[in-house]
Nanobody
Framework: QVQLVESGGGLVQAGGSLRLSCAAS????????MAWHRQAPGKQRELVAY???????NYTDSVKGRFAIYRDNAKNTVYLRMNSLKPEDTAVYYC?????????WGQGTQVTVSS
């Protein structure tokens, strides 16, 4: 079973930046579209961004122009670069496929943006 381990979250002030990383236990990114999802307290999980096997990317409207998803297949890692962070970006961030069937969910990484 593939394990996904997210890291890179933290506490940052509004306007700041973070880079999230998602490492897989084995090589999967070259054969799977991958995505970053997030879940804020009391809200449903939301698809934030995804990257296809061919390298095309797509973002939810609220993060367009601020976030960038990219991957390094050789390192079995997918990244999410987040700039101009806003308090409403506060959530636990997870990587996984963009749509079901999902891989086993990792523990996520907490991003907290203070105003």
């Amino acid at each position: 079973q593939v394990q996904l381990v997210e890291s890179g979250g933290g506490l940052v002030q509004a306007g700041g930046s973070l880079r999230l990383s998602c490492a897989a236990s084995r090589s999967i990114f070259s054969i799977n579209d991958m995505a970053w999802h997030r879940q804020a307290p009391g809200k449903q999980r939301e698809l934030v961004a995804y990257i296809t096997r061919g390298g095309s990317t797509n973002y939810t409207d609220s993060v367009k122009g601020r976030f960038a998803i990219y991957r390094d297949n050789a390192k079995n890692t997918v990244y999410l670069r987040m700039n101009s962070l806003k308090p409403e970006d506060t959530a636990v961030y997870y990587c996984n496929r963009p749509t079901p069937p999902f891989l086993y969910w990792g523990q996520g990484t907490q991003v907290t943006v203070s105003s």
